[in-house]
C-alpha cells in the first residue's frame, strides 16, 4: 500500500507558520529599508502577483524599494529579512499533533509514504527535515520551482546557474520535480508518484486539506481519497489568514472554493491525522 500525502496544512499549519514569519521578515526590511510596512506589503504582493506564488525566494530583490540599491546593502537588507523570518520559523514550523507518531505507525505497517506537493522541491524537502519527518518518507513528488536568471540584475549575487537549490541531508531518497502544469489539481501528479513507486491507483490512499486541489484529482484515478478536514479551516478574520491575504493575488472566495467543493465527497473525512489508524488497514496488528 502506499499513501500519497499532501503536505501544508496535512502535516503541519502552513499559515501559523508563514504569516507570523512573514510579519516579522516585513518589520526587519522597514527597518532596514526606512520605508513603511504598508508599503512593503503592497510591493511584496505585486511580486507575489508577477511569480504567482507566496514563497518565490527572490521577492525582496524585485521590490520596487531596492530598486536602485548597491548590491552590499541589498544584501545586507535580504540577510536581515530571512534572518528576522528564520527566527520565527524555528518556533512556529511544527507538526500537527498525532502526525510524527501516526508516521511511524504507517512505517511499521510497511506502508509507503510520498510526499505530493505543488510547493518547490527545495522548500518541501527544506520543510520535511525540519519538521524531522522526512525519515518516515519513502519518497516526493514536488513542483521543480523557480529557476531565476542569473543575469538579471535584481539577482545579482544572490544566484548561481543550474538548478542548485536542492536540501541534501534529506533522508527521502526518491525525489521527483515537476512542471508547474502537472502539479496539482492535475493527475498527473498522482500518475508519476504511482509510477515512480510501481503501485496501481487500488493499492493507493491519497489525504490532503483541499478537495479541489489535493483528493479530486486523485478521486478521477480510483484512488481512495481521505479529506483532513483539520486543514481546511478558513477565517478570514483570523489574524494569521489575514496576513496571507493582505498579500496573495487569490480572493478570499477563490480560496475557500478550494477547500469547501461541495460536489465532492471524500471516501473518508478525519478530524485529526491520527485518525489514520482506523482507516488504512493493519498489516501487522499491535496489542495497542
Request: glycine fraction near 4%.
Amino acid at each position: 500500500m502506499i499513501l500519497l500525502a499532501d503536505i501544508d496544512n496535512t502535516l503541519y499549519d502552513w499559515p501559523s507558520f508563514f504569516a507570523p514569519s512573514f510579519r516579522a521578515m516585513i518589520h526587519a526590511l522597514a527597518r532596514e529599508m526606512k520605508v513603511s510596512e504598508d508599503q512593503l506589503y503592497d510591493e511584496a504582493k505585486s511580486v507575489f502577483a508577477e511569480r504567482g506564488s507566496l514563497e518565490y525566494a527572490y521577492w525582496i530583490q524585485e521590490l520596487e524599494s531596492a530598486k536602485g540599491l548597491e548590491t552590499e546593502k541589498l544584501r545586507r537588507i535580504v540577510e536581515a529579512g530571512r534572518g528576522a523570518f528564520k527566527s520565527v520559523q524555528s518556533r512556529r514550523l511544527v507538526a500537527y499533533p498525532g502526525v510524527v507518531k501516526t508516521l511511524e505507525w504507517l512505517s511499521e505497517q510497511d506502508v509507503m509514504i510520498v510526499g505530493i506537493t505543488n510547493s518547490s522541491v527545495y522548500r518541501a524537502q527544506h520543510r520535511l527535515y525540519d519538521l524531522k519527518i522526512d525519515c518516515f518518507l519513502d519518497g516526493l513528488v514536488a513542483w521543480e520551482g523557480f529557476e531565476p536568471s542569473v543575469n538579471d540584475p535584481a539577482n545579482l549575487g544572490f544566484t548561481r546557474s543550474g538548478r542548485t537549490r536542492r536540501r541534501s541531508r534529506i533522508e527521502v531518497e526518491r525525489v521527483l520535480a515537476l512542471t508547474e502544469q502537472s502539479c496539482k489539481p492535475n493527475e498527473e501528479h498522482y500518475l508519476r508518484a504511482l509510477r515512480l513507486f510501481d503501485c496501481s491507483a487500488d493499492q493507493a490512499w491519497a489525504i490532503g486539506d483541499s478537495k479541489a486541489k489535493d483528493l479530486e484529482p486523485a478521486a478521477r484515478l480510483g484512488i481512495k481519497t481521505i479529506w483532513a478536514r483539520y486543514g481546511s479551516s478558513f477565517n478570514p478574520s483570523d489574524r494569521d489568514m489575514a496576513t496571507l491575504l493582505r498579500i496573495t493575488p487569490w480572493s478570499s472566495s477563490k480560496i475557500q472554493s478550494t477547500y469547501n467543493k461541495k460536489d465532492f465527497e471524500a471516501d473518508f473525512t478525519i478530524d485529526a491525522f491520527e485518525q489514520l489508524k482506523s482507516i488504512i488497514p493493519q498489516k501487522y496488528p499491535t496489542l495497542f
